[in-house]
């Protein structure tokens, strides 16, 4: 036992004023990177939509004149091209990728050997830059040059390919080059997907009589129902944006027979001086990209939680 | 997982088999092909291009059209090739993926592990940013960079790549450090290491793999822009997606393709050179691009 | 005085009530065990003394300062986690030195603390692996060592031994109340298994939905719980629980049931506060009910019950027995070799000197 006299009441100590200081370091440290997402992304798209209801040219004006830009935008047939050409890009990209995606999974899950020459083969287009793609089957499909010549060589002389520079058929090499790149990238998901699902539950279907073919309708295709989401909203969210593919292979044409929204608002924009209905023109993107994005990641953040 | 089935007789199994491997090997070639004829163009002649065939490996394989693309194209109205651009995007892409790396990471450790009220509206608001049509930020951004001053400037374009890149980088280092265990850092706290000590020395040393993701992958996506690059710094200062569009799409002389193929082949070197040398984390960084949260 | 103090403590988030207005003290030296079962706020109770989590109103005492807006490192305390947070790229050596190297202690001093410690632990062997390369044995120690490096004024600990295996359990478990005595350290330990409550404590805290339900020494809560929780948690095999009323002369307990039988009144309560005709819960320790040849010769109150024998459960060193009882089931404890069948009746000896009762309605013990 100790002789000397202990306080009757304990003395309350305070934390000292570094410690205190310290407390708020973690959000001074967020602080720069969220101003800067709220200026440059949230701060800019509301720019952008003022200038949508503006009579902008070559330069910003700021006096607001209502829906004009949108009424100019809808009655615009390149615009009304562009949304066209999108809907017939996107569902086939989507479309073509994720059969493809699906077939080289399946195919790659096969026991097979020499998985690991493969698998990167299918998907070393999603290293290459959209611009390097659009490069290479421009020549790949030129239709003086490419193969179409080749096959003629080989001795199909009846062989055509024109499609690059038709009319009606360019918007499909873009869906070919577009599939081309992204379909690995797809084959990946489903792979990962694949190798996800619980290897019992497939020797019960065995053990159940079912054939190779019904489990993997009945059962494993079923259970990649999250692969096949999350594979259609990154898609399309790809393919609103496609742009510089676009511009590399055919350049919006021939004539405008490529347009999609994206080199219609930067055309509008930037060549065609007309500020105004490109703003507008992005704001409708913006819209289309909000309207698949923000539920799916609502959802995804709410599953998080669980 | 592989469903091979055990009632399937030996001899229709080698069958299957032998269409599953050559529907492979036929999809593989697909896949190469375009690459492929890229690459022997480029080490063809010009006249050879012209009269052979697409296919044939070249007869006379020759750098030529290598060193003009790098060296003398002409792009523009000056003819000294590739190579400006080329270091214009190393010079890009150095500072732009370390400081939005170095960014992400502080930023994931904050929303993890130093939380606040309101972290989740903060987190949802950074990564809807990375979804953006970057359409919708276009003009004010041009406008902003001419008030900088940074227009038509490898500062500019760095800016801007932080910008819109930091969403990603910060969803990845999120996503990692929240299986990181809180006791940790608790002890760390009681050990009385601070939030940079914490940082530096419990978090940092464990965080290898998910650094090499997010570099790869905001290497990746800032070498292959096209679009801001385009539209913020067109001239000397282009980056070489850019470079590579001109020449390939200037309709002024002779059409080169050998010169075009080389180019090209410069501008995908560098991320293939990735993808081949580290394909497992590239891969990784695509699929927690794409599975969000 | 106390050394460790806490002062009606209350802790809610987002409107939810963890903690109810805790007062608990400790004496220096003293190993108070926080006992309950999962989410009843021995957790949260433990991150408050930490300083891991900011308490909603309240006061901590430690050795007569009021802590409660000091930073968990400026509290002098060191903690073991459940998960034992090695920090998985330090060595063991890193490891029990951070906290010392966080705090400017020179290298020399440094060392020698962390030989000091690992000589206490006997883990010298380990200090340049890795946690990775460590059993979960090692793991806990080192946590320890961490802990004792630090000399601090109180330990705490969280759960620490519930990811080893039973075996190890116990070993850890001497092996923690063997350092106790040893240094002397005051230590608050939270834990769900009351038997490490019971062989550790020197005082044991029952926690239940954040309210403070006994504070005692293990004795006491073993003997005398406070209420019916306390009497149902503390124990294993738990406490049998017998409905009843008191006799009109209040010198018996009448239990419910289609046939009458009655137990004589425990001496642990006083008649006074009964009342002829009350509806009671008696409580008796399964070792209080035995067989003739158990019976505890300075047993003042027995009442002997012929009851059929239901189950008969083996431990080996043991023998539980079950047979009904006023609609209910009780399990009485026999030697190994009883020579019990279940099928048959037998004389079960109840001691009530050991024997509580409860208010049914409270759920409190009436003393």
Known sequence: MTLTVEPSTPVRRHASLADRARAFLPKIVLAPSFALILFFVYGFILWTLYLSFTNSRILPIYELVGFDSYVRLWSQPNWHMAIKNLAIFGSLYIFFCIALGLLLAILLDQRIRGEGVLRPIFLYPMALSFIVTGTAWKWFLNPGLGLERAMHQLGWTSFKFDWLISTDMAIYTVVIAGVWQASGFVMAMFLAGLRGIDGEIIKAAQIDGASTFSIYRRIIIPLLRPAFLSAVIVLSHMAIKSYDLVIALTGGGPGNATELPSTFMYSYTFTRSQMAVGSASAVMMLMGVAAIMIPYLYSELREREK | MSAASPTVSPASARIARFVIYGLLILLAIVYLLPFFVMLITSLKPLAEIRSGNMLALPQNPSLDAWGKAWGSACIGVTCAGIKGYFWNSIQLVVPAVTISTILGALNGYVLTKWRFPGHKLVFGLMLFACFIPFQAVLIPMARVLGMLGLSNSTAGLVLVHVVYGLGFTTLFFRNYYEAFPDELIRAAQMDGAGFFQIFWRILLPSSGPIIVVTVIYQFTNIWNDFLFGVSFASGERAPMTVALNNLVSSSTGVKEYNVDMAAAVYAALPTLFVYVVAGRYFVRGLMAGAVKG | ?367
């Open chain 3, 1 to 367: 005085m106390a050394f460790l103090e806490l002062r009606d403590l209350h802790k809610s988030i987002g409107g939810l009530d963890i903690l109810k207005g805790i007062d608990i003290t400790l004496e220096k030296g003293g190993f108070l065990v926080l006992v309950g079962p999962s989410g009843c706020g021995k957790s949260t109770l433990l991150n408050t003394v930490a300083g891991l989590t900011p308490v909603t109103s309240g006061e901590i005492v430690i050795d007569g300062e009021i802590v409660n807006d000091l930073h968990p490192s400026k509290r002098d305390i060191a903690m073991v986690f459940q998960s034992y947070a090695l920090y998985p790229n330090m060595t063991v050596e890193g490891n029990i030195a951070f906290a010392l190297e966080m705090r400017g202690v020179p290298r020399p001093e440094r060392e020698a603390a962390v030989a000091k410690a690992a000589r206490t632990l006997q883990i010298e062997h380990l200090l340049k692996r890795r946690p990775s390369q460590l059993s979960g044995g090692q793991r806990q120690r080192v946590a320890m060592g961490r802990a004792l490096v630090r000399d601090p004024l109180v330990f705490l600990f969280d759960e620490p031994l519930s990811n080893l295996d039973a075996k190890l359990r116990v070993e850890m478990r001497a092996e923690i109340k063997r350092l106790h005595r040893d240094t002397g350290a005051t230590i608050v330990y939270v834990t769900h298994d009351q038997i490490e409550a019971m062989t550790m404590a020197t005082k044991i805290a029952v926690l239940k939905d954040g309210v403070l339900q006994q504070v005692g020494t293990p004795d006491e809560i073993y003997r005398v719980p406070a209420n019916l929780f306390v009497a149902d948690f503390m124990g294993s095999p738990a406490m049998n629980l017998l409905r009843g009323t008191v006799s009109a002369d209040r010198s018996a307990i009448e239990l419910d049931g289609s046939e009458p039988v009655r137990l004589a009144l425990p001496p642990t309560v006083s008649r006074e506060k009964l009342a002829g005709g009350q509806n009671v819960i008696l409580g008796i320790r399964p070792e209080a009910i035995t067989d003739e040849s158990l019976r505890d010769p300075a047993a003042g109150v027995v009442t002997t019950l012929e009851l059929p024998v239901d189950l008969v459960e083996p431990t080996g060193s043991d023998t539980y027995v079950v047979a009904p009882l006023a609609g209910t089931e009780i399990t009485a404890r026999m030697r190994a070799q009883s020579g019990v069948a279940p099928g048959r009746s037998f004389g079960f000896v109840f001691n009530l000197d050991k024997a509580v009762v409860f208010e049914p309605e409270t759920t409190q013990r009436i003393d």
